[in-house]
């Protein structure tokens, strides 16, 4: 199996059927190396432009739903494109990023593709992109309910969660103590550490 193969098949298998031949084109117009990573708490895919490197690279972790790996997938790409028009002086996610990700996104806002649960906070979304889909509780919320573990009711956005209250991510214990932009300040119990932790990390809150 060559890449090119190697690369459609891997879109065959994480992303909507009729989204494949589209994000395939996106990488042959403009090839970058892909890799699908193990779950990452923090984030759900990376793009860092590397001046020095001939080839840029994308990843994104590999148990996101179709759709939620769809769109960050294209927000990644959509990183790629503005880097390299614009060169690196440019916000990461400033008013470059935001047309290119609504360009890159706006073919599939179709209902062949995206549920209609999905697409209507979607096209709401996509007006004024933050820097991630988790600055959207609604968008959020649809999406969460094609997870595989959409049955856990134990299990809630940290941006959900109150200031002050405790939760345990990955076996350790945090309290969350305030909200910067698309991150929450947390102090881990145990280390007395404090940690940035993704708005969009599911926790499970732990009961008094």
Known sequence: MNKDQKFYEAFKKHLPEGAV???FDLWKADPFNFYIT??????????RYRSNQKVQTITINHNLNPYQFLITYVH?????RAFTKYGTRIKPHGIEWKRAFQELLDPLLDPQIFPRDILIPLKRYIINPKASTGADPWLMMELRKFDENNGNTDLQFLQQVKVGSQFEISG?????????????LCLEINSGRKFLISGHAEVKLKKN
């Open 76 to 80: 990644e790409v959509a990183h790629y």
């Open 21 to 23: 031949n589209y994000c």
């Open 38 to 47: 193990r779950e990452r708490q923090t984030k759900l895919g990376d793009f």
């Open 172 to 184: 350790r214990i945090f309290e969350k103590l305030e909200v910067k932009r698309t991150r929450v």
